[in-house]
DNA sequence: GGTGCGATGTGCAGTAACTGCAATTTCTCG
DNA sequence: CGAGAAATTGCAGTTACTGCACATCGCACC
């Protein structure tokens, strides 16, 4: 099936009325059936476009990191990990070169709906796994003579966690009910910066 | 609906079946009919036990942070927050006092099936949540005179945030495919000790 | 101006998870 | 035994989602 702009543009229209629908009655209250409807479609057709109801509402977008920001990260000196692993997610892609309002409404959809700021979590998912890989790269690199593979990529992927965790926590904002209406990565950071000297372990 | 020892007796009985027949079927291919079938319920009943076909899988139990850890986590000294904070999660119950075969072989479904990894990572938001408040609670004992209690809150959050990965890490191991039958959070540690001097920066 | 072919949309029948309601069976205890 | 509560059940309905066959649409090419 290859898909011509046709496709796209029906996809757009369900999408659209999908946002408009969850954003006036909330995300339980919104079937399947009435975004059809609403956008003129048959539901047969509907699944033809989205595999899930949630797929339509949140979109398609797969957050991914820069290519270019992934090259500079892995040829950087080394002596700053966790600065240039900022930098790095500091440049992901806001998701999808979509329509910009559409963006912005769906951003306060998916801050507010609990099922929804749940599926835009795991969509960070596939970030952490490329995060993992890259900084395993790095790392690899970067070590010391006696280590073990096994370690490196132990600790690659650990650290793939707490940078995702930081991402997590830059979208779901301080209070769970009123985050911010946008992922604030630069104020987030902020607070990183706070906090990471909080944890400086005498013993060390 | 005060339930009585027979409610909870017909509940074993359905977690048993449900949790043998996805070991031999795969979480997929297992129905709730069969599973009733099983069991010798109705579907009814079946739902006036579990809400989710997930939750008679992988049972109802909610981790808890042990009440005397964490009056020993906050009358701390507070020189090792972050020590203090792994001790805590370190004596976290694994489970719920069942049958420790029968949640053995829980764990070995949910490590193998993305499914059920995910709903168990889900309940680590409870934990993360209480965390998050015990850290407030202790940061601002130990604050410095001028901090603002918003960036307190928000450092704690954060914080939490980060201890919920490495807990994440350590049940789902470090290959998705073949993880530790058991969350291991000895090594999980040993490798954050060895990553966290390589996160050193050098401008501070 | 057809005509054919691939892209697109639809109808229909079915499955599976879950819910509400009302009825019925099964204890338990006096 | 009999009353009342606990536990189970049947049934009908809703919603998300799938497979399959069929219809339609649009566009290139003759």
Not at 4 to 26: F, K
Not at 166 to 181: D, H, K, T, Y
Request: aromatic share 4%; proline share 7%.
């Amino acid at each position: 099936m290859e898909r011509g702009p046709r496709h796209a543009m029906t996809s757009r229209r369900i999408e659209t009325e999908a946002v408009r629908l969850v954003r006036e009655r909330g995300y339980d209250a919104v079937t399947v059936d009435l975004i059809c409807e609403a956008s003129g479609v048959s539901q047969r057709t509907f699944f033809n476009h989205f595999p899930t109801k949630l797929d339509a509402i949140v979109g398609t977008h797969r957050p991914r990191v820069d290519e270019g920001q992934v090259r500079r990260f892995l040829a950087s000196t080394g002596d700053d990990l966790l600065g240039d692993l900022l930098d790095l997610v500091a440049g992901m892609a806001p998701g999808g070169a979509d329509d910009p309002e559409l963006m912005a409404a769906r951003w306060a959809i998916i801050t507010t709906t609990p099922a929804l700021l749940q599926s835009e979590m795991e969509r960070l998912l596939s970030v952490q796994r490329e995060l993992a890989e890259v900084i395993e790269l790095r790392m690899t690199r970067h070590a010391a003579p006696g280590e073990s593979p096994d370690d490196i990529r132990a600790e690659a992927v650990l650290l793939a966690h707490l940078v995702a965790a930081f991402l997590r926590f830059s979208i779901e904002g301080v209070e769970p009910g009123g985050p911010p209406a946008r992922p604030d990565l630069e104020s987030s950071r902020r607070t990183l910066e706070q906090l990471l000297p909080k944890l400086a372990r005498p013993r060390d």
